[in-house]
């Protein structure tokens, strides 16, 4: 691998400050050729039971520093992510598929919660209540709620685990990570910039391997105070029920079925700017990518046939190479998922307006494709297809419109494209989800409170919602103040 830094190719364990070895492998492959582009310990629930013992035996002393301290640190770790920004782009893009600019993106993404959470580390506020009596007095104060574990996902290997252990950091919280398996690198390469930057031993400690024990153990070990989650709502149901013995606090941002309106009166140009952006970013593997596009029948073929020009000029390849626009997805099994939405949709009376195969590319490539003609009870409605598929059905009316996008059991993000400011407020009020893009299709950043609602889960991340988070509330009843 071309790295300027080759410091950042890390092949273990990190518990209480060391690199930890153990004699069993796991390999990582790159998706784009299936090449093994990495072996690497398996870790299970010893190490991860080290790894909290770890992060409990400095909680108190990490809790007890100025934040100010904790703040300069997350500075420098900021600095040393930007300044590594390509070689961290380019580890992501080998081991997650993406192209290199959506990883550059992705990296400047994650650096920006550094970056908040930096600030915000000195703006933990408490409160004093007038009290009910003349000699005492009530305070409130913030408190970091102890050892955090955090599981994330491959679809964003640095964003999706930084928002949240720079907001535990912050907060003043020890740690315990568990990046996804097949992109475990870009969050070696991270924890070796974090340990650079000065974050103390057992402060942050990174396990991966045999991810059901570990899960396991992180679910049950009554050390960790609570468990934030990035994945399915399936794996997100099952930590929170294994978690609850130990009484657990959780944040679970979970999967998505997002809805993507196109009324009457949308600015069609603009619509379809969106519609690629939110349906397109990631080759369509993110949480809070279009499923499902509704639109007013009287200008659905001028916006599918606007969409289709732009999905057709989309470059697919290696994100290694120039000016490609969509990488393979992650795997053959999430290949496997959205050829079988195609075909289902297309046996239940879709129509195919281009792509629906296998990229003549091969392996994990899947052409962008545009589908019309969906209906509510094919598999592209009910499932987040997670994939390069637009799928698109008309409406004529808006109660129908909003029939259509509330049904679903999921709440993360959902969109909509009109120029009437009444439209606008009715449907972000009426709209059951956490997040609305109003004529926008790119909504995340670190200043929003990224999280959804029903069975996407519970808890935000990002501002300064992110960071109470990770803080639990302490009332102080001072008495005996007789005058
Ligand atoms: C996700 O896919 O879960 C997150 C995407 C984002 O942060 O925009």
């Known amino acids: 691998m071309k790295l300027n830094n080759k410091n950042l190719l890390k092949d273990k364990l990190y518990i209480n400050g060391k690199w930890i070895d ?27 039971s080290k790894a909290i013992e770890a992060a409990s ?7 007890q520093k100025p934040a100010k301290f904790r703040s300069k640190i997350l500075k420098k770790w900021f600095s040393l992510i930007e300044t590594n920004t390509e ?69 964003f290997p640095a964003a999706m685990m930084i928002r949240k252990v720079s907001a535990a950091f912050a907060a003043g919280c020890t740690v315990v990570s568990k990046p996804s398996e097949l992109t475990p690198l870009t969050a070696l390469a991270l924890v070796q910039l974090g340990e650079e930057a000065g974050i103390p031993p057992g402060v942050w400690n ?52 997002a809805p993507f309106l196109v009324f009457e009166d949308a600015n069609i140009e603009k619509a379809v700017e969106g519609a690629l952006s939110a349906k397109f970013r990631n080759s369509g593997q993110t949480c809070v ?7 007013h029948a009287n200008v659905l073929d001028e916006f599918s046939n606007k969409l289709k020009i732009k999905i057709e000029s989309l470059k697919v390849g290696n994100g290694l190479e120039e000016e490609i626009d969509q990488g393979p997805l992650i795997n053959p099994q999430a290949v496997e ?24 590319l091969g392996g994990n490539f899947f052409e962008p494709t545009l589908l019309t003609g969906i209906h ?61 893009g109003i004529n926008e299709g790119i909504i995340s950043s670190e200043q929003i409170p990224f999280g959804g609602i029903k069975f996407s889960g519970y808890g935000r991340e990002g501002s300064k919602y992110g960071m109470e988070e990770f803080l639990q509330t302490k009332y102080l009843c001072w008495g005996g103040l007789n005058h």
């Open 22 to 48: 153990s004699e069993k492998k796991f390999q990582v492959e790159n998706p784009a050729t299936n090449e093994i582009i990495a072996s690497l310990p398996m870790g299970g629930k010893s190490e991860t």
């Open 289 to 295: 990518c279009v499923n499902r596009f509704y639109v």
């Open 87 to 155: 070689d961290l782009a380019r580890i992501m893009t080998l081991e997650q598929g993406k192209s290199l600019t959506e990883a550059m993106g992705e990296i400047r993404y994650a650096n920006s919660y550094i970056e908040w959470f930096s600030e915000e580390a000195v703006r933990s506020y408490g409160d004093t209540i007038p009290s009910h009596r003349a000699d005492t007095r009530i305070l409130v104060q913030k408190e970091p709620i102890g050892v955090i574990a955090t599981i994330t996902p491959w679809n």
């Open 376 to 436: 509510s009870e094919m598999k592209i409605c009910k499932e987040e297809t997670f994939g390069p598929v637009a799928a698109i059905q008309s409406f004529q009316t808006d109660s129908e419109a909003l029939q259509l996008a509330n049904d679903t059991e999921y709440g993360l993000a959902a969109y909509l494209f009109t120029e009437s400011v009444s439209r606008i407020w009715k449907f972000s009020e009426l709209l059951e989800y956490g997040m609305i």
């Open 57 to 63: 035996s400095v909680f108190l002393e990490w809790k």
């Open 206 to 257: 990174l396990v991966f391997g045999d991810f059901e024990s570990i899960g396991e153990e992180l679910c049950t070990n009554p050390i960790v105070r609570k468990i934030s989650f990035t994945g399915s709502t399936r794996t997100g149901i099952l930590l929170s029920q294994k978690s609850a013995s130990s009484v657990k606090k959780m944040s679970l941002e979970l999967g998505g079925n």
């Open 337 to 360: 998922k959205v050829n079988s939405h195609i075909q289902d949709a297309i046996q239940k009376g879709a129509s195919l307006k281009t792509g629906g195969n296998r990229h003549r």
